[in-house]
């Protein structure tokens, strides 16, 4: 089984630089397919190119903030737990000082899947949003087996944002996700989304 995550970013600085900045977004492609491996990272050389000013406006929206009145970076997050077995489990670290906020398909009509996620086949991509003691960030589920003479693949690209994690968050910031709450389930072409399109 192998994996195709491939991270878009906008990198104006090292993450650890970023500390100015209240919100995070990182953009991410995913396409595992059973027999193939292939990685791809595409890097935004700006902040101001319309792919950078696209995805802040889309993270702005989704949090009811205006990108003029709260720093905003986009920038690249490491993706743990790759591996090339059926089913795996990659996850999103938020950066220290950071917490998870929301996640999102980045294009609700992209490809043949639903909502912008495609499970050809037998196949699973769930997302959870997780913040505990050891684990603050997006976990993956992900299933695709090898069927001889069949398509079956996960695709879809997403957002993922991520906010200082100083007191008082969740009230500066009440659009974040739930912790526990599942940004998408997607099995078989038929994904539900939280919150609902």
């Known amino acids: 089984m192998k994996t195709l995550i491939a991270a878009v970013v906008v990198a104006l600085a090292p993450l650890q630089v970023l500390a100015d900045d209240d919100v995070i977004v990182s953009h991410f492609e995913v396409l595992k397919q059973c027999g193939r491996m292939s990685f791809v990272d595409k890097t935004m050389k700006e902040l101001n190119t319309p792919e950078g000013k696209a995805i802040i406006s889309v993270a702005a929206g989704a949090l009811g903030l205006d990108p003029t009145l709260v720093g905003f970076a ?34 609700l009509n992209m490809g043949s899947g639903q909502y912008g996620i495609e499970t050809h086949g037998d196949t699973t991509f769930n997302s959870t949003i997780v913040r505990d003691a050891k684990k603050n960030g997006l ?9 001889r003479s069949t398509d ?26 739930k912790t526990g709450s599942h940004p998408w389930l997607a099995r078989n072409n038929g994904t539900t989304l939280d919150p609902a399109p």
């Open 74 to 107: 986009v920038a690249a997050i490491p993706i743990e737990g790759q591996n090339n077995q059926q089913d795996t489990h990659p996850f999103i670290r938020a950066p220290s000082g950071y917490t998870i906020c929301y996640a999102r398909p980045s294009n």
């Open 139 to 147: 976990a993956m589920y992900m299933v695709v087996p090898c069927k």
């Open 152 to 177: 079956t693949r996960v695709q879809s690209g997403f957002d993922v944002t991520f906010v200082k994690a100083s007191a008082g968050w969740e009230q500066k910031y009440p659009n974040c996700q």
